[in-house]
């Protein structure tokens, strides 16, 4: 059973960067078709899926954040990061790193896994 939990700060101020790590457990995040996402939940809005980084290191990126994000990852430590940049108060979320097979359905990630999620609010 994969096991995956957020990390970061809880606060950043407006244009700055905002950098999040997952850290999964119980799984390698190289393991053959697995997709490793980020997805975040605005106040009060429904689920806003980020983008993901494949087994392969390959990226994909929302289209409406696509300016502003990148996702990476560091092996060694079977961790993944969002980064995104000129952050705005509309950024304020809980943050989700999740992880899954890819949908043939939809064509895209599924989220069997998922960490706790964690807060971080934009303000100055």
């Known amino acids: 059973q994969v096991q995956l939990q957020e990390s970061g700060p809880g606060l950043v101020k407006p244009s700055q960067t905002l950098s999040l790590t997952c850290t999964v457990s119980?799984?390698?995040?190289?393991?053959?078709?697995?997709?490793w996402s980020w997805i975040r939940q605005p106040p009060g809005k429904g689920l806003e899926w980020i983008g993901y980084i494949a087994y392969s290191g390959s990226t994909y990126y929302s289209p409406s954040l696509k300016s502003r994000t990148s996702i990476s990852r560091d092996t060694s430590k079977n961790q993944f990061t969002l980064q995104l940049s000129s952050v705005t108060p509309e950024d304020t979320a809980v943050y989700y790193c999740?992880?899954?097979?890819?949908?043939?359905?939809?064509?895209?990630?599924?989220?069997?896994?998922w960490g706790q999620g964690t807060q971080v609010a934009v303000s100055s």
């Open positions: 999740a992880s899954g097979g890819w949908a043939m359905a939809s064509q895209r990630p599924d989220f069997g896994s």
């Open positions: 119980g799984g390698s995040i190289t393991t053959d078709y697995y997709y």
